[in-house]
């Protein structure tokens, strides 16, 4: 008995070492406030995931809700072309000639390439996916890698709701019902494991962050500090804005997938994410920068 006893003082003494500490649940408490305010104010409906890669912690709204994607469902396209690239079913420095076929509407850059003539690599054509989100770019990088081994990775990773089932502009797909879908948690879900190196080596991992990181105008980072890290691609359609990706904030790295839907106005959604992310931000940039008891010392600073 006493024996047992101790296992069990051991076991509870484990637990609250890896718990969070008190103060840190209070800010916890009061992001989520924050983030069911902008919830009530928004015409529409959304979901939230935010997760702390460095303690776990995470707050979700609406999290196993699926929502259309749009041009979010990339990062799953991105994650299948790296994985290939890892395996050894492509290179990414493979070589493509751009078609005349190829080109459909919202390609800024392939649209402007010379057709039959023009040669670019499957990192150039990742690059156009998601700095710009050219949809003819990512419509070639959907034939290279395959629809089905896309979706067949998302179900190996436990996240059935995960579906791309057209490619992109296919307007008549998108009528018939076939959308690109995925749910606030399952986004977070890949992220969280492609962050944690289940699905890509140390190498391809950093290169994946550092392409999906490329510059882009997102939701996400729009009103946070210049400098920081935002590895994340936005996805608009008519009455739709998502946004979902991993946030380096030094020393307190974490996961944000905000989804919007039903949006009468589709600046309001944009402009929930933004709020949602800089409140996010806010907390985990202050956690970093703290003390346990929220104490900051920053740089120079000499007070007692």
Excluded at 91 to 102: A, E, F, G, H, I
Aim: glycine fraction near 6%.
């Amino acid at each position: 008995m006493k024996k047992l006893l101790c296992v069990l003082l051991l076991v509870v003494s484990a637990c609250a070492q890896t718990s969070t500490p008190p103060k840190q649940q209070v800010l916890w408490q009061k992001l989520e406030s924050s983030i069911n305010e902008v919830d009530h104010n928004l015409d529409g409906v959304m979901g939230v995931a935010v997760l702390d890669l460095t303690s776990g912690d995470k707050f979700l709204l609406r999290a196993d809700d699926v929502f259309p994607q749009a041009s979010s469902i990339k990062i799953a396209v991105l994650v299948e072309l790296y994985r290939q690239a890892q395996e050894g079913k492509l290179k990414l420095s493979d070589m493509y000639t751009v078609q005349q076929s190829d080109l459909v509407q919202d390609s800024d850059i392939m649209g402007g390439l010379t057709p039959g003539v023009t040669k670019i690599t499957l990192r150039d054509l990742a690059t156009m996916m998601v700095a710009v989100s050219d949809n003819s770019a990512t419509n070639v990088l959907i034939d290279r890698v395959g629809m089905d081994a896309v979706n067949a990775e998302m179900d190996a990773l436990g996240l059935p709701h995960t579906r791309l089932r057209r490619k992109m502009m296919d307007l008549k797909a998108a009528s018939e019902g076939r959308e690109n879908v995925s749910t606030p948690q399952e986004m977070m879900k890949l992220l969280q494991a492609v962050y944690a190196g289940k699905v890509l080596n140390k190498a391809m991992t950093d290169d994946f962050f550092k392409m999906l990181s490329t510059h882009k105008d997102s939701w996400i980072p729009r009103d946070l500090p210049d400098g920081v890290q935002s590895a994340n691609k936005p996805g608009a359609l008519e009455g739709v804005r998502n946004d979902s990706g991993v946030m380096f904030v030094p020393n307190r790295p974490f996961v944000i997938c905000v989804m919007t839907t039903y949006l009468r106005r589709e600046r309001d959604g944009e402009e929930a994410i933004s709020k949602i992310a800089l409140n996010a931000y806010r907390m985990f940039d202050r956690i970093a920068r703290a003390s346990e008891y929220g104490r900051v010392i920053s740089p120079g600073n000499s007070s007692k």
